[in-house]
């Protein structure tokens, strides 16, 4: 089984920055893909960020140019460097790593946006 943990949520300003970090741990063979998904106040849970084995990204819409996916492959670790943070991005941050033989979630981080 893989157990992603994130970690570096928290509480910053609008147009501030945060970055998130999870680690992937266990029955690691090989990592198909990783990514960032949030669930904000009232709304169903949403793609934000994915990062593929062989490097190529993909971001939502409304996040594109604010937010930077990156890993470590080394250490199975992916990032997700928020900047210009509007309030419109509080929520809860999940990490999701998918291998051949799992698909796994972390249990969340919180980011909360003031305005």
């Known amino acids: 089984q893989v157990q992603p943990v994130e970690s570096g949520g928290g509480t910053v300003q609008a147009g501030g920055t945060l970055r998130l970090s999870c680690v992937a741990s266990g029955r690691i063979f090989s990592i198909n893909a990783m990514a960032w998904y949030r669930q904000g106040p009232g709304k169903q849970r949403e793609l934000v960020a994915r990062i593929f084995r062989g490097g190529r990204t993909y971001y939502a819409d409304s996040v594109k140019g604010r937010f930077t996916i990156s890993r470590d492959s080394a250490k199975n670790t992916v990032y997700l460097q928020m900047n210009g943070l509007k309030p419109e991005d509080t929520a809860v941050y999940y990490c999701?790593?998918?291998?051949?033989?799992?698909?796994?979630w972390g249990q969340g981080t919180q980011v909360t946006v003031s305005s």
């Open positions: 999701n790593v998918v291998t051949q033989a799992f698909d796994s």
